[in-house]
């Protein structure tokens, strides 16, 4: 692991989850001890070596998909056809353009290669890289923490009635013997345990139908949008990537948990080619451009997540993302592009000569804090389609 890699666990992301893993596999294998000796039975022996195989291969795969990291591209890149740099997207972060399929994160603060999301819990995005190794750590985790819940559960049965079964037993039941902190300790770890094969199990679900369509989480929203936008057509969006389920699968999911290609250059479905799915993002950039409104900002808002100066109701409807709220002041322009009940999503107009350059500043920000703006007509679509009308 490099250093780079290593650093990325020191976050409370990277921490939790080593914690989780090594009270759940501590705890079960001390109970277990009780419950099935290894030594006294085959299937004590059986029971744990699977179960520390699993405990091992969680931490395997845990820090691989960490240090491996999702494969980012260099900046500044651009195609080695300077005609395809039209049909590709523009990150004016990393200056470079953005490959097919990749996206820019900015909690990494780079272009990722076949972006699926960024994991709090290995502090890094999953992507073309280290999706296998995601994916068989999810299944690991799920795996071991199955068998830890039977191992507590039963432990923990046995040990809350041993007086009962020393009176009235047949002498051959576990002898599970718990005090009050390896009782907590147990009941603790039987929570966790259970928690991760509830909401990692349902994670593992989505990963794998993601890998099975050929299309991530992020490609879900452009597919929908694409599909809204050719509903009215004679034209359909035709998915590029999706091979066939054990194609698809076969590309992810290897022995050694290397992705088949290079994260740039993909093979496609007959009737489209490397460049289907970004013509179509910069269509769908193209109208969003067109729907975009300026709102003029009557309010300061200082970046709360739960703004209590501007209602209880803005409090309880805030947006359900990780996308960050930016702070405004009287009279600054944002122009917006999403808009919610409660809330607004857009980028701050940055005036030339009052303002240092920042980088683009995008986020969430209380509807009550701006009124819509009637005079930008530079930005208006129907102020364009007037103009188109009179000429």
């Known amino acids: 692991m490099g250093f780079s890699g290593l650093s990325r666990v020191f976050h409370w992301g990277p921490m939790v989850a080593l914690g989780i893993i090594k009270w759940v596999t501590l705890i079960t294998l001390y109970c277990n001890t009780m419950l099935w000796p290894p030594a006294e039975s085959l299937y004590g022996l059986v029971f744990t070596a699977t179960f520390l195989g699993f405990s091992s291969l969680t931490l395997f795969h845990f820090f691989c998909s960490l240090s491996t990291g999702p494969g980012f591209l260099p900046a500044g890149w651009t195609p080695p056809a300077a005609s395809a740099a039209s049909q590709l997207q523009w990150c004016s972060v990393c200056q470079g353009c953005k490959a097919p399929r990749s996206h820019h994160c900015r ?9 699926d999301h960024h994991c709090p819990w290995i502090n890094s995005c999953v992507g073309h890289h280290n999706q296998g190794h995601f994916i068989a750590f999810l299944a690991s985790a799920v795996c071991g923490c199955m068998m830890s819940s039977i191992s507590l559960s039963m432990s923990l049965y046995y040990g809350l009635n041993r007086t009962w079964y020393l009176y009235y037993g047949t002498g051959r039941e576990p002898q599970v013997v718990l005090t009050v902190w390896t009782l907590l300790g147990a009941l603790f770890g039987l929570g966790l345990a259970l ?92 109208d969003k451009r067109e729907r975009t409104r300026e709102y003029q900002i009557i309010m300061n808002y200082g970046g ?88």
């Open 107 to 115: 909690k990494c603060g780079r272009c990722v290669m076949k972006m």
């Open 195 to 286: 928690g991760v094969v509830i909401a990692v199990g349902l994670l593992l679900v989505f990963q794998l139908k993601s890998v099975l369509r050929n299309q991530t989480g992020i490609e879900d929203w452009i597919r929908e949008k694409a599909d809204y936008r050719h509903r009215n057509t004679d034209t359909k969006f035709i998915w590029p990537y999706n091979l066939g389920r054990m194609a698809n699968l076969q590309q992810v999911v290897t022995w050694s948990c290397v992705p088949v290609g290079d994260g740039i250059t993909w093979e496609v479905v007959e009737g489209t080619d490397q460049y289907t799915l970004t013509r179509e993002q910069l269509k769908q950039k193209e």
């Open 304 to 391: 709360a997540w739960f703004p209590l100066s501007q209602g209880v109701a803005v409090c309880c409807h805030p947006p359900c993302t990780d996308e960050p709220r930016i702070p405004l002041q009287t009279g600054c322009v944002v122009r917006v592009t999403r808009w919610k009940k409660y809330w607004l999503y857009g980028e701050k107009v940055q005036e030339e000569g009052k303002e240092m350059p920042t980088g683009r500043v995008r986020g969430w920000f209380p509807r009550h804090c701006a009124v819509e703006r009637l005079d930008h007509a530079d930005t208006c679509v129907l102020a364009r389609q007037e103009g188109k009308k009179v000429k």
